[in-house]
């Protein structure tokens, strides 16, 4: 039995599709396109991979204050009232997450703090924008990467406290609820 014609001209055109994007990207070569296994892969998933491969490539870089039109512009902490401050704040959030956004372990922050790290860190930070709907940038606002003792403290399980506790032959420090619980939009990592 044959496959209808309308299956074989459909993947015809994911292959033509699969040769325009290999070599568009070819200038720009690296290890990552050799994670593409077309024996594994159907030649739609290979496309959307490459795509997306693509679409990174040639993503403008810029800071994320500039993703936003009109550019998105705090006025400085200091400058402003408890109450003010954490109107701002709240919209900016918002705001954030429009442009896919999004604001990890911020619990342990008073919003004095987390607002200083969106004004002095995220919003000047230098980022690739990229217009796919399903990809958000989430921000670590307890900077795990360099100071595990936030999230060790307020967000890791005992089961990962144990496992860093082991990996790393250092103390725990306490488990604490953390004090400034708040409900912000979450994305998929």
């Known amino acids: ?5 309308s299956s074989k001209s459909e993947e015809v055109e994911h292959l033509l599709r699969n040769a325009q994007l ?14 593409v296994n077309p024996t594994v892969m159907t030649t739609r998933s ?11 490539e040639r993503a403008p870089m810029l800071p994320i204050s500039q993703w936003f039109d009109p550019p998105l ?9 408890q109450h003010q401050l954490s109107l701002i704040l709240r919209a900016t959030i918002e705001k954030l997450f429009e442009g896919r956004i999004v604001l990890d372990f911020t619990d342990h922050l008073s919003d004095y703090q ?3 790290i969106v004004f002095r860190d995220i919003l ?7 217009d796919h709907r399903a990809v ?25 406290r144990e496992m860093w506790a082991a990996e790393n032959d250092q103390p725990l420090p306490p488990h604490e609820d953390p004090p400034f619980r708040r409900q912000l939009p979450r994305a998929p990592l």
């Open 73 to 81: 512009a705090l006025p400085h902490p200091d400058r402003l009232g």
């Open 136 to 160: 958000f940038l989430h921000w670590d606002c307890a900077n795990i990467e360099e100071n595990a003792n936030a999230w060790l403290r307020y967000y890791a399980t005992q089961a990962e």
């Open 114 to 116: 987390l607002y200083g």
């Open 124 to 130: 000047p930070s230098y980022e690739k924008k990229l």
């Open 46 to 56: 290979e496309n959307e991979f490459l795509e997306s491969m693509l679409q990174w």
């Open 22 to 35: 290999r070599d568009e990207l070819e200038p720009l070569f690296d290890e990552s396109i050799d994670r």
């Open 1 to 5: 039995m044959f496959p209808p014609e």
